[in-house]
């Protein structure tokens, strides 16, 4: 069974931090694409970061580029998000998402990803 395990969500102050972990099952992590979207309540589902299996290339959301960095952990079957100088519009609702393909310019997309986690509550107080 395919399973993608968001852990790390909470409430933090704005400024904080916090990390978020992806831990994957069920399919060959290292063949897979790891992103994170987030939806807001009454907002569309964006893309937030992803990193490559094949090269370990990240790309950001300009709305987290420069506080953000993702990473991933062959041996653990995991991705972090490390969120940092938090904002009240990172306020969501964060999901990680594997995808066995993903061409050029479409990481952010959502039909791009096979699998999804159940996602983590982020909760940024101003």
């Known amino acids: 069974e395919v399973q993608l395990v968001e852990s790390g969500g909470g409430t933090a102050q704005a400024g904080g931090s916090l990390r978020l972990s992806c831990t994957a099952s069920?399919?060959?992590?290292?063949?897979?694409?790891i992103g994170w979207f987030r939806q807001a309540p009454g907002k569309e589902r964006e893309g937030v970061s992803c990193?490559?299996?094949?090269?370990?290339?990240?790309y950001y959301a300009d709305s987290v580029k420069g506080r953000s960095t993702i990473s991933r952990s062959t041996d653990k079957n995991t991705v972090y998000l490390q969120m940092n100088s938090l904002k009240a519009e990172d306020t969501a609702t964060y999901y990680c998402?594997?995808?066995?393909?993903?061409?050029?310019?479409?990481?952010?997309?959502?039909?791009?990803?096979?699998?999804w986690g159940q996602g983590t509550q982020v909760t940024v107080s101003s």
């Open positions: 069920g399919f060959t992590f290292d063949d897979y694409v």
């Open positions: 998402n594997a995808a066995r393909y993903s061409g050029h310019g479409t990481w952010d997309l959502t039909p791009t990803y096979d699998y």
């Open positions: 990193i490559s299996n094949y090269d370990n290339s990240t």
